[in-house]
């Protein structure tokens, strides 16, 4: 099956920085990768995802690269603000002979100071 | 995207017992998942759930202790049987409403066993 790395587990910064979160993956056949931000107590909800024919997305202060090369993608956001304090969960889907499913890293938690 | 609706929120249970945990969606889907997150952990896949069809269950987690009903394309129930402290976890499900949207999640239930 597939495994998904992310790095790092805990990320702080100041407010106003650029926050940068990584991920790996290990099946080619994966071809959609979402991130999900997950606050305390509440479900994780998608921000933004990436297909495999695409190397880059951006939403506002949020992007996603992918390099399917290197079977890594990246989370960045920029301008970063104490509201964006949460854990953020990567996720690679990959369909399987019958059914598909997504495959989640281990999440980093994101700590924003003001 | 769908919206899900997931109850209960949270239980205490005993050991030994049962509880049944609902999602509603609204609209129909093909397939529905249900996780399991321990306190600050990922999200693990318990089974899939696809209408008219047996769930289809990860490793480590089996039908006599996690059994999954998906009476029509927008409800599935999940009962954990038999509890345990062990069993002490967040419950999520997900879906996905067609190929053009990301996966999104029902609130979930913290469930305790005492």
């Known amino acids: 099956g597939e495994n998904v790395e992310q790095h790092p587990s805990t990320l702080s910064v100041q407010e106003g920085d650029s926050a940068v979160i990584k991920c790996t993956y290990s099946d080619s056949a994966s071809n959609y990768f979402p991130w999900y931000k997950q606050e305390l107590g509440k479900r994780p909800q998608l921000i933004i995802d990436?297909?495999?024919?695409?190397g880059e997305k951006k939403d506002q202060r949020i992007a996603v690269t992918l390099n399917k090369t290197a079977k890594h993608f990246s989370l960045h956001i920029t301008e970063t603000q104490p509201e964006d304090s949460a854990v953020y969960f990567c996720a690679a889907y990959r369909r399987g002979s019958t059914l598909g499913r997504l495959y989640f890293g281990r999440g980093t938690q994101l700590t924003v100071w003001p | 995207s769908a919206v899900i609706s997931q109850k209960p929120s949270r239980d205490i249970c005993q050991r030994g017992t049962s509880l049944t945990i609902q999602c509603q969606v609204d609209s129909q889907v093909t397939m529905m998942f249900w996780y399991r997150q321990q306190p600050g952990q990922s999200l693990t896949l318990i089974a899939t759930?696809?209408?008219?069809?047996?769930?289809?269950?990860e490793s480590g987690f089996v039908i006599d202790k996690f059994p999954i009903s998906r009476p029509n394309l927008t409800f599935s129930t999940l009962t954990v049987s038999n509890m345990s402290p062990e069993d002490s976890s967040i419950y999520l499900c997900s879906t996905r409403q067609g190929s053009d949207y990301g996966y999104t999640f029902g609130s979930g239930t913290r469930l305790t066993v005492v």
């Open positions: 759930a696809n209408q008219g069809s047996e769930a289809t269950y």
């Open positions: 990436i297909r495999s024919n695409v």
